[in-house]
């Protein structure tokens, strides 16, 4: 697989996995992580680690690098992308684009905070 495609089945079902879930969060977290420290916060072993990692690997979802007897992971944050915009082709509607304003001090006059009216709203686009 070139570096920009990315198997939607293949990124589902390695997502799939409570171990390869746990180690795409940790990863996202950093630049880059090494395999050492996914040895300390997973409770399966070596093997297993390299097992989950090369199943993510073959996915798309991260690359590795070797570095003498160490190997490094870093998210490929485009394959990510990639899934998530198949799932909106499937449902399509109002895509969230930041994150919800900052609340601002709502004057007398204007309804309770508890109101409908004064509710936050995010940006949404098509």
């Known amino acids: 697989m070139s570096r920009e495609e990315i198997a939607a089945p293949e990124g589902f079902k390695a997502l799939g996995d409570p171990i390869r879930w746990s180690i795409i969060q940790q990863i996202a977290e950093q630049d880059e992580l090494a395999c050492s420290l996914l040895e300390d916060t997973l ?34 944050r485009d394959a990510l992308r990639s899934l998530m915009d198949e799932l909106w082709t499937m449902a399509p509607g109002p895509r969230p684009v930041g994150e919800a304003p900052t609340p601002r001090p709502a004057p007398e006059s204007e309804p309770a905070a508890g109101d409908e009216a004064s509710q936050q709203t995010a940006l949404l686009t098509w």
């Open 43 to 76: 409770p399966v072993s070596k093997p297993t680690i390299s097992y989950h990692t090369k199943i993510l690997a073959q996915a798309g979802l991260i690359e590795v690098r070797k570095r003498g007897r160490n190997y490094f992971y870093a998210l490929r």
